[in-house]
């Protein structure tokens, strides 16, 4: 056998005669069973009384009487009202221009886009002459943006 680890010769373990000096101090196992069965056995109580009138955070509370239903009280703060999409996409933007063609594209607040380009979760499905369809892709409500007329009397490098 060879001992790689001190890169001694080959040398057997019963060769060996030093004896292994221990860096733990001997043990006394009847002190050390005693210190565990005390820890394992013993009860222990609060220090101060008003801790053990405190409740359990996780039993279920008492309703006092005359206490308002909680329910109805929840239900009031958390109706909110129902936003429709497609009166809110209206609201938000505005359909500048059209391009007709062979790649038809619109000009939806001052940006070109192509056919079926997104704008806020809509795609651009339909390009006339004087509007634009956009569809919702997960809930299929539909937009239709009309393109407004220029006012006669604006210059146009007007702001």
Do not use: C, K
Not at 6 to 35: F, I, K, N, R, Y
Not at 117 to 126: K, S
């Amino acid at each position: 056998m060879v001992d790689r680890f001190t890169a001694g010769g080959p040398q057997t373990a019963a060769g060996a005669t030093a004896p292994v000096a221990s860096s733990m101090p001997a043990t006394d196992w009847e002190e050390t069973t005693a210190l565990i069965l005390r820890l394992t056995t013993d009860t222990y109580v609060p220090v101060e009384p008003e801790l053990a009138t405190l409740r359990d955070l996780f039993a279920e509370a008492e309703v006092p009487a005359g206490a308002p239903e909680l329910d109805a009280a929840v239900e009031d703060v958390v109706a909110v009202p129902e936003i429709d999409p497609v009166a809110e996409f209206q609201a938000a933007h505005r359909l500048v221009g059209v391009m007709l063609g062979q790649r038809p594209l619109a000009v939806i607040d001052e940006r070109v886009m192509p056919l079926h380009a997104e704008v806020d979760g809509f795609r651009l499905v339909q390009v006339a002459r004087d509007f634009v369809v956009l569809r919702r892709a997960d809930t299929g409500a539909q937009v239709r943006l009309e393109l407004q007329p220029r006012p006669r009397n604006s210059a146009r490098g007007a702001p």
